[in-house]
C-alpha cells in the first residue's frame, strides 16, 4: 500500500509539472509583445475648415522630428485589425493619435494631431515587431 501511495504521488507531481510546463509555453508564446515603428515620408497641414496649408517632403526636416522613427507597443488585441485593412486607432503619443492599417503593400501609419485651428497628419509606412 506504500509502494503504490509513493508511485500516485509521483505520478501526480510529473503531471502537475508537465501540466505546468504546458501552460507556460502556451501563454509565453501567445502573449509576446509587439512593437510598431513607422518611418514617416510627408507631412500636410490643413485648417480644420479644409483648406490645405502646407506639405513636407524633405527627409532630413522629417528626420529632424521622428529621429529613426516613431516607435509603440501594441497590445496583441490589435495586431488583428491589421488583417482587417481597416485603420484603427493603435494609440496616442505626445504628437497625436497614430493610426494604422494593414494592406498588401504592408502597414500603413498616420500620426494625426490637432492643434489651434490646424489639423497635422504624418503619413507613411510601419513595421511590426516581436518580442
Not at 30 to 40: E, R
Not at 57 to 70: C, R, V
Not at 90 to 113: C, F, H, P, Q, W
Not at 118 to 123: C, E, M, P, Q
Request: hydrophobic share 40%; with cysteine; proline share 2%.
Amino acid at each position: 500500500m506504500i509502494k503504490n501511495k509513493f508511485i500516485l504521488e509521483k505520478i501526480v507531481k510529473n503531471y502537475l509539472f508537465g501540466t505546468a510546463i504546458l501552460c507556460l509555453t502556451f501563454f509565453s508564446n501567445t502573449s509576446i509583445a509587439a512593437t510598431v515603428s513607422c518611418m514617416f515620408m510627408t507631412e500636410t497641414t490643413i485648417s480644420k475648415s479644409g483648406e490645405w496649408v502646407k506639405s513636407n517632403t524633405d527627409f532630413m526636416d522629417l528626420f529632424n522630428t521622428f529621429g529613426d522613427g516613431l516607435k509603440l507597443p501594441l497590445k496583441n488585441s490589435l495586431l488583428g485589425n491589421l488583417d482587417s485593412g481597416k485603420p484603427f486607432l493603435a494609440g496616442t503619443v505626445s504628437r497625436g493619435n497614430v493610426y494604422l492599417m494593414g494592406g498588401d503593400m504592408g502597414v500603413e501609419g498616420k500620426l494625426i494631431s490637432v492643434n489651434d485651428n490646424f489639423i497635422t497628419i504624418y503619413d507613411g509606412m510601419c513595421s511590426t515587431s516581436f518580442g
